[in-house]
């Protein structure tokens, strides 16, 4: 059974950083694509980065700030966070698409998502 687990989150000031992990058990994941996404209070959930075997996209208001990585050896994605705002404030989520290995921003087509950890920026 696939299971995400993400842990990272925390408490931070307006100009930190922060990495967040997401551990996958359950299948062989670097053939697939894999995603963070993120819901702020009252909002709907967003995409925010995405990786795919060779490729990664990202949300423009997190690009040039936000990097994700995988480490396929230990079936782990990461997003590294630099220069947080008081508007990344969210649930962070990993997610991963089984059907492709091609990064995208397609919500409703990532068949797997972790439980959440929460990010918050203090201004």
């Known amino acids: 059974q696939v299971q995400l687990v993400e842990s990272g989150g925390g408490l931070v000031q307006t100009g930190d950083s922060l990495r967040l992990s997401c551990a996958a058990s359950g299948g062989t994941f670097s053939r697939y694509a894999m995603g963070w996404f993120r819901q702020a209070a009252g909002k709907e959930r967003e995409f925010v980065a995405a990786i795919g075997w060779s490729s990664t996209a990202y949300s423009d208001s997190v690009k040039g700030r936000f990097t994700i990585s995988r480490d396929n050896a230990k079936n782990t994605v990461y997003l590294q966070m630099n220069s947080l705002k008081a508007e990344d404030t969210a649930v962070y989520y990993c997610?991963?698409?089984?059907?492709?290995?091609?990064?995208?921003?397609?919500?409703?087509?990532?068949?797997?998502w972790g439980q959440g950890t929460q990010v918050t920026v203090s201004s």
């Open positions: 997610a991963v698409d089984r059907n492709t290995v091609r990064p995208h921003f397609r919500i409703k087509e990532y068949d797997y």
